[in-house]
């Protein structure tokens, strides 16, 4: 009787097993697509950095690389999927305002538009348009704290990105 306890035990918690766990997406995107481009953005923001827009642009190549199965392609405009896009908004404003018109908090707002082709498995050309920000304290100098504000802006542009490929919604 006992074995027989056993078997069923083993069995029961057997058919429940997962056959695979991955954290990198192999099924929603259609299977035509193997490789992406991103094509350097645009920079039409007046107050952005001038290498911002090639540090978002790597920054994309990272993310699609690391968060998908597409391979990049390093030739532009190649590849079934092409992502391209304008900085449209680099924005500081203030936020939180206290007594006497005093700021606590000052924002960085970020916008981007994406357009993003698609050859296989049928032409097709989806937008985007990303706009994140990211609050600091008003006493400190933006100079000495923007860089961290762009890293965190451009992941979660990244992922807007990703995100878009991923359920083309």
Do not use: H
Request: glycine share 4%; net charge negative.
């Amino acid at each position: 009787m006992r074995i027989f306890l056993y078997i069923v035990l083993f069995l029961g918690l057997t058919s429940c097993w997962p056959t695979s766990v991955s954290f990198v997406d192999k099924g929603s995107m259609p299977e035509e697509w193997k490789t992406f481009s991103v094509k350097t953005l645009e920079n039409n923001a007046a107050n952005a950095p001038l290498s911002y827009a090639a540090q978002l642009s790597e920054d994309i190549k990272d993310g699609v690389q690391n968060n998908t199965r597409l391979k990049l392609n390093p030739t532009p405009n190649s590849g079934e999927v092409q992502i391209e896009g304008v900085i449209t908004n680099y924005m500081v404003s203030p936020v939180a305002i206290q007594e006497g018109d005093l700021a606590a908090k000052n924002r960085l707002t970020i916008s981007v538009n994406f357009k993003i082709f698609t050859k296989a498995p049928q032409e097709d050309e989806m937008s985007l348009t990303a706009t994140r920000f990211y609050d600091y304290d008003s006493n400190q100098d933006l100079t000495s704290v923007e860089q961290l504000l762009i890293s965190e802006i451009n992941k979660q542009i990244v992922q807007d990105v990703i995100n878009k490929l991923l359920s083309n919604w």
